[in-house]
């Protein structure tokens, strides 16, 4: 039990839509991290948020944007989905001092048609 | 971060030692190696890492060569729930955040 959840656990969305994945990182970790992970590949890092602020992003595009809040959770949010878009999107939450591991979430399976 | 080499996979049999090799003959003095995995439908899980030192927990083991280039993840007793995704990770600590540069790690199917 990781501590980290993700909501909703699968989610169906029209192509040209917008759509917002919610985490709730494991309690004391105050940086979180989204990953998408398409269909046999390792995960791709999209972005991470520390203390509310975006800190490091991967090679996504702006249409990729998300939100930590004052009790660091956070959101990702996707707008104009596309077909390639269809992955599961994958929550990780660390402490922000060192080198710690991080704890990831089950993921939400978004598919896009 | 370095990038890493792993074989796509590998079986082993249940009880039987699993030994996972990672090239990452470009690693820097101040990454460190990292291995997680990940089983099938659910989010990737922390195993181990290390610096140079080899490192054991109740979970694995890490045996990084002398001169870092490579290292090995041994699971002692394989078990059926062992089978997943091993990904080998090498990174730079920082003092914020988690970026995770995955490759295509090694698929572990433990047989009975």
């Known amino acids: 039990e990781t501590g980290v959840t993700q909501s909703p656990t699968h989610l169906i969305k029209t192509r040209g839509q917008q759509v917002t994945l919610r985490c709730s990182s494991q309690?004391?970790?105050?940086?979180v991290s989204w990953y998408q992970q398409a269909l046999g590949q390792g995960p791709q890092f999209i972005f991470q948020?520390?203390?509310?602020?975006?800190?490091g992003r991967g090679n996504f595009p702006p249409r990729f944007s998300g939100l930590q809040f004052p009790n660091y959770s956070s959101e990702l949010n996707v707008n104009a989905l596309e077909l390639d878009d269809s992955a599961l999107y994958l929550c990780a939450s660390s402490l922000a001092l060192g080198n710690t591991e991080a704890f990831f979430g089950q993921g939400t399976r978004l598919t896009v048609v | 971060d370095a990038k890493t080499t792993q074989p796509p996979s590998m079986d082993c049999a249940e009880g039987r030692a699993a030994n996972l090799p990672c090239n990452h003959s470009t690693i820097s003095g101040n990454e460190y190696v990292y291995w997680y995995r990940q089983i099938h439908s659910q989010g990737p899980q922390y195993i181990i890492h290390?610096?140079?030192n080899n490192e054991t927990n109740e979970m694995a083991s890490l045996i990084i060569t002398e001169d870092r280039k490579s290292s090995t993840l041994i699971l002692p007793h394989a078990t059926l729930r062992d089978t997943a995704v091993y990904y080998c990770i090498v990174r730079v600590a920082q003092a914020a955040g988690n970026k995770l540069t995955f490759g295509g790690g090694t698929r572990v199917l433990v047989k009975p």
């Open positions: 309690s004391g970790h105050n940086t």
């Open positions: 948020y520390y203390r509310e602020e975006e800190n």
């Open positions: 290390g610096l140079k």
